[in-house]
């Protein structure tokens, strides 16, 4: 028989290329930062935000700033941020800001924002603003949330 001299070459490739996709990928959900003890949304304790933004009892490690206060008004969201750090930033009561995932939990489109409530434009889910659970499906699952802290009138994803 013949052996033929690309395919175990094509076979290298082909598992070297799916071993860098899945860490790729592994690397891209892994949690960054040490400090995960921000509040979800809430401002916590404090119940405002801390004006100084500086020597707040919670966790001092921030991610990028997403938005101003004052950008999101009580009752609204919106889709801000970009790339791995884009999320659905939500002000549903006045001192709690919640955020996000944009992927739809059904089969991963971004879901775009209306009025009240966040609409996954593939099939159809609807998603609450106030807390991302579903309303109506295929989704089964609700968005995935980000935490997210609230300093100097500025919204930080943690
Ligand atoms: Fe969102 Fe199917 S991917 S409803």
Redesign the pocket.
């Known amino acids: 028989m013949d052996q033929p001299s690309s395919s175990p070459s094509r076979r290298v490739v082909i598992a070297l290329s799916s071993s860098a996709a899945a860490v790729a990928a592994l690397a891209a959900c892994t949690p960054t930062g040490s400090g995960e003890s921000s509040a979800a949304g809430t401002p916590g304790a404090g119940g405002s935000d801390p004006a100084a933004g500086t020597g707040s009892s919670a966790g001092s490690a921030r991610g990028p700033s997403l938005a101003k206060t004052a950008d999101v008004p009580v009752g609204s969201s919106k889709l801000v941020g970009t790339g791995n750090a884009q999320v659905l930033l939500s002000h549903p009561a006045e001192a709690t800001f919640r955020a996000f995932s944009p992927s739809?939990?059904?089969?991963?489109?971004t879901?775009e924002v209306r009025s009240d409530m966040f609409v996954?434009?593939?099939?159809?889910?609807e998603f609450a603003l106030a807390d991302g659970a579903v309303l109506q499906?295929?989704?089964t699952r609700p968005l995935i949330e980000r935490k997210v802290t609230v300093a100097g009138g500025t919204v930080y994803l943690a």
């Open positions: 739809c939990t059904h089969q991963g489109c879901v996954c434009p593939c099939h159809g889910s499906g295929p989704a």
